[in-house]
């Protein structure tokens, strides 16, 4: 009996010395704001306020799950849905309710290798390297920046990271299964003693067969309490983009989604649907930020566009700029104020109504104060 006692005795060690080199963390975070915009009316005139649910962070739900098998060699998975918290609903369609969906092995000699649904390379470089606000790291409801990142996820993608030092690789395939959606990638990226730097390029394959060949290029300086930025991008149509591929360019690629710097034509050039003759979309950018205290950190920046596009009409310019005050009433939870202006130049374009349609405003100012929690 003792013997028995023993041997289950060490068997149920032997369990838990197991399950101890495995780990499940949930995460998570809600946020929650009022936003008010500008000239959102038929017309160009009019205002609106809106709760949002998700100023500084849009609200997500995510399980992380690590497993040591030895020798240096790690599974990494990650499952992460993010929800609307001012009414508790998912993302609408087309977008999938697990934004990132991702399985991989992590090996200290030979980097990682992740399978699924995840951030894509572009995505990768500007958010580890240059990006607006270190913080948090983007201004959810108004970030320009990203809509050069090429919807900045992938489905389907297969990714390899390795690191040595202060350089980092990255490559990415994703096979778009035989339709839209079938992307390649790489970045490098230098980062040592407050100095980072990257480059990157990324193509993607439209359903009619063309292609959005992406490219970035920028850095940052941290220097005490301050923090200096600066990036550049360019999308590059390689091909003739058909009506077939209308939907993916104007929303899953986001060149109409005026708050991750997309831009818009008048009723008379057709509305999202003039995006089609467009050949190329450029973007720089520069930033700071400060952190005044502990629990105070202040930023600001600038992004200026541009577009060209098969006939002159379409040739446009835009400007972008934000500036947020963020103070932390405790390491998870923040409340934060934010202001931002878009204003748009060429005889064409045109911001959208709250309705979504064309109403000729070439300018519009948006406020946001929230607050937010992580866990």
Do not use: C
């Amino acid at each position: 009996m003792k013997k028995a006692t023993l041997v289950l005795g060490l068997l149920a060690a032997s369990v838990s010395a197991a399950y101890a080199q495995s780990s499940v963390t949930l995460y998570g975070i809600v946020d929650g704001g009022v936003r008010m915009t500008t000239n959102e009316g038929v017309g160009g005139s009019g205002s609106i306020t809106r709760v949002v649910g998700g100023g500084f962070s849009q609200s997500r739900l995510g399980v992380n799950v690590t497993e040591d098998l030895g020798g240096g060699m790690k599974v990494l998975g990650n499952l992460e849905h993010r929800l609307n918290l001012d009414t508790g609903s998912a993302n609408p369609a087309p977008l999938p309710f697990w934004m990132q969906s991702w399985v991989g092995l992590q090996s200290s000699d030979f980097g990682r290798v992740t399978i699924g649904r995840q951030y894509n390379v572009l995505f990768d470089l500007v958010t580890s390297t240059y990006v607006s606000y270190p913080y948090s790291p983007y201004f959810d409801v108004y970030k320009p920046e990203v809509g050069l990142a090429l919807s900045a996820r992938a489905d389907n993608m297969v990714k390899y990271l390795f690191e040595q030092g202060p350089i980092r690789g990255e490559l990415q395939f994703s096979a778009g299964e035989g339709g839209a959606g079938r992307t390649f990638g790489g970045i490098v990226r230098y980062s040592a003693d407050g100095i980072s730097a990257g480059v990157g390029a990324q193509d993607y394959r439209l359903a009619s067969g063309a292609k959005i060949k992406a490219t970035t290029f920028g850095g940052s300086y941290k220097m005490g309490d301050w923090y200096l930025n600066a990036g550049w991008g360019e999308n590059k149509v390689d091909g003739t983009p058909t009506a077939a591929d209308a939907a993916t360019i104007a929303s899953t690629l986001l060149w109409a989604s005026f708050n991750n710097g997309g831009t818009g034509y008048d009723a008379a050039l057709g509305g999202n649907a003039a995006l089609l003759g467009l050949k190329k979309r450029t973007m720089w950018t520069l930033g700071m930020g400060y952190q005044m205290s502990p629990q105070l950190n202040l930023g600001t920046h600038f992004y200026s566009a541009k577009q060209t596009g098969a006939v002159s009409a379409l040739e446009l310019k835009a400007t972008f700029w934000s500036a947020v005050a963020d103070y932390a009433l405790s390491k998870r939870t923040d409340l934060y104020a934010e202001i931002d202006r878009t204003s748009l130049t060429g005889d064409h374009a045109s911001l959208n109504s709250s309705a979504g349609t064309p109403n000729n405003a070439k300018s519009r100012m948006g406020y946001t104060v929230g607050i937010r929690h992580r866990f």
